[in-house]
C-alpha cells in the first residue's frame, strides 16, 4: 500500500481531463510517485550534505531534479519562512495560498526616495604576479593579513593565557601555514650557511653553483632577497657578508630558471648601497671596499640589461640617482667614485657621454685639492680619477673617426682636452698619449643610442 494518498491521483487525472481511473492504476500510479519524490528528496539530501548544511533548501531540490534530467520547479527561493493561508473552495476541499505581504499605501508615498545608485563601473588590478601581491590599494596590505592570523585564538594559543587557566603542558601551533616544503627549507638554510661560512670556502662554491644553476627554486626567490636585504642593512661594516651577498644575488641573476623580474625593485637597493654607501667596510682596511663597490656596480649593469624592458623606469631612476651623487659636492669621493661606476653600468657609453663628460671640468673643483695634498682623502681622490679614466677610455672603442677631419694633436689636444675636462683630467689625460681616445673625447657629432 502507498503512503501517497490514491485521492489525489484521481484528482490530478480529472483535472487534465481523465476521468474514471480504474483503482489498481490510481494505485499503481501512486506508488511511482512516492519512488520518484523518494528518489528526488534522497539526491537533494546529497547536495544539502556536500554544502556543509543541516537544512534542506529549495535549491537543493531543484539540483536533484536536474541531476536527475527532470526539468526543475520555477517557484519561490527566499531566506524568509513562507507563511500559507488556507482556503475553501468546496466541501472539503482546502486550498492553500502563499498570503502577499500588505501594503499601506500611504506610507509607500510619504516614505522617503532611495538613493541614486551610482553608475556600474570595473576595474581591473592584479591579484597576484608569479605569486606576489601587488602594494595597491585594492589588494589588502601585508600588514592587515598579518595581524590577521597572527590574532590569538582558542585557550591555548597564548602560552601565559594557557598556564593561567591551568594547562600548564599546552603546545602553541604556529598559525601561519609553511609555504615551502620541507626540502626547500632545508636548502634555504643550507645555502645561507654556507656562504655566511669563513672557513668553508668549499661548500661556499658550491652553494653559490647550485643556486645559479638548478632549477625549481622559484619559491625561495622572496626569501633570498629578503635574506640579503636583511644581510646588507645590518651589516655595512662587515666586508665579508656584503661581499658575499652580492655574489649570492649575482648567482640568482644567473639562473636562467628564476623569474626575477617582480622582484626587481627589491633586489636594486642592497646592490646599490654596496656601490654608493657612504660607509662600507671597517677601519683597518680603508681601501678593501673598492672591490665590493666594482663587484656590485658590475650586478648593476647585469640588471639593467637584463630586466629594463619590463621595468620601463629602471635605468632612468638609477642613473637619475648615480648623477645626484655624483654632483652633490657634500657627498664624500667614495661616493663620487661609486656614482662612476654606476653611471657607468646603468647607461654604458651614452651615459658617459651626456651626464659624465659635460660636467668632469665643474667636478675637478672638488678633488683639486685632495689630489694636491698629502692627506688621508689623497687615495679616495686618486681612486675617483682613476675611475674617471676607465669611464673615458670606454669613448675610445665606440669611435668612428671621419676620414677628411684631422686628428687634434699636441699642444691644440692638450688645450682643447683642458677646456673641456679641467686643466687635472685634462692633463691626466693627455699623458696616456692615446689620439684615438682623445678625438673621442673632443667629438661633438656623435649620435646618442638612448639611455
Known amino acids: 500500500m502507498s503512503i501517497w494518498n490514491p485521492e489525489n491521483i484521481k484528482d490530478v487525472a480529472e483535472s487534465v481531463g481523465i476521468a474514471g481511473l480504474h483503482d489498481d492504476v490510481v494505485n499503481n500510479l501512486a506508488r511511482d510517485v512516492e519512488y520518484r519524490v523518494s528518489q528526488v528528496l534522497e539526491e537533494a539530501i546529497k547536495f544539502m550534505r556536500h554544502s556543509k548544511r543541516t537544512t534542506l533548501s529549495t535549491s537543493d531540490v531543484s539540483q536533484a531534479l536536474r541531476a536527475l534530467n527532470v526539468e526543475p520547479l520555477y517557484g519561490y527561493d527566499s531566506t524568509r519562512p513562507l507563511r500559507f493561508g488556507e482556503a475553501s473552495i468546496g466541501p472539503g ?113 658550491a652553494a653559490l653553483s647550485s643556486l645559479r644553476g638548478d632549477p625549481g627554486l622559484h619559491q625561495l626567490v622572496p626569501y633570498f632577497v629578503q635574506f640579503i636585504a636583511e644581510k646588507v642593512t645590518h651589516n655595512l661594516r ?16 644567473d639562473n636562467e630558471s628564476l623569474y626575477i623580474d617582480p622582484y626587481v625593485a627589491s633586489v636594486v637597493p642592497p646592490v646599490l648601497t654596496c ?29 639593467c640589461k637584463k630586466y629594463a624592458k619590463s621595468s620601463r623606469t629602471l635605468k632612468p631612476r638609477l642613473a637619475r640617482t648615480f648623477l645626484k651623487g655624483f654632483l652633490d659636492p657634500d657627498k664624500s669621493l667614495v661616493v663620487h667614485y661609486g656614482s662612476i661606476l654606476g653611471i657607468q653600468a646603468v647607461g654604458g657609453v651614452d651615459a658617459i657621454r651626456v651626464l659624465l663628460l659635460p660636467n668632469l671640468k665643474v667636478y675637478e673643483d672638488v678633488i683639486r685639492e685632495d689630489l694636491s695634498d698629502d692627506g688621508p682623502r689623497k687615495t679616495d681622490a686618486e681612486m675617483v680619477l682613476t675611475a674617471i679614466i676607465k669611464a673615458l677610455s670606454t669613448l675610445e672603442g665606440e669611435f668612428m673617426p671621419a676620414t677628411d677631419e684631422p686628428s687634434s694633436t699636441g699642444d691644440e689636444a692638450k688645450a682643447k682636452l683642458t677646456e673641456k675636462l679641467g686643466n687635472v683630467i685634462g692633463t691626466r689625460v693627455t699623458e696616456l698619449r692615446r689620439p684615438r681616445l682623445v678625438s673621442s673625447i673632443l667629438d661633438e657629432s656623435s649620435t646618442l643610442s638612448g639611455l
Open 93 to 205: 476541499q482546502p486550498l492553500f495560498y502563499v498570503e502577499d505581504e500588505e501594503v499601506d499605501f500611504e506610507k509607500l508615498i510619504n516614505a522617503p526616495l532611495p538613493k541614486v545608485p551610482r553608475e556600474v563601473s570595473f576595474t581591473a588590478h592584479w591579484l597576484a604576479v608569479e605569486g606576489v601581491q601587488p602594494s595597491i590599494p585594492q589588494n589588502p596590505t601585508s600588514a592587515d593579513t598579518r595581524n590577521q592570523e597572527l590574532l590569538p585564538k582558542g585557550v591555548g594559543a597564548a602560552a601565559n593565557l594557557a598556564a593561567f587557566s591551568g594547562n600548564d603542558n599546552v603546545q602553541v601551533k604556529p598559525l601561519v601555514k609553511h609555504i615551502l616544503s620541507k626540502e626547500l627549507q632545508v636548502y634555504f638554510e643550507t645555502v645561507c650557511s654556507a656562504v655566511l661560512d669563513k672557513d668553508n670556502e668549499d661548500s661556499c662554491v
Open 275 to 303: 656601490v654608493i654607501g657612504r660607509h662600507l667596510g671597517d677601519a683597518s682596511a680603508p681601501n678593501a671596499h673598492y672591490a665590493l663597490r666594482d663587484l656590485a656596480s658590475s650586478l648593476i649593469s647585469t640588471i
Open 238 to 253: 662587515n666586508l665579508f657578508v656584503l661581499t658575499q651577498m652580492m655574489h649570492l644575488t649575482s648567482a640568482m641573476l
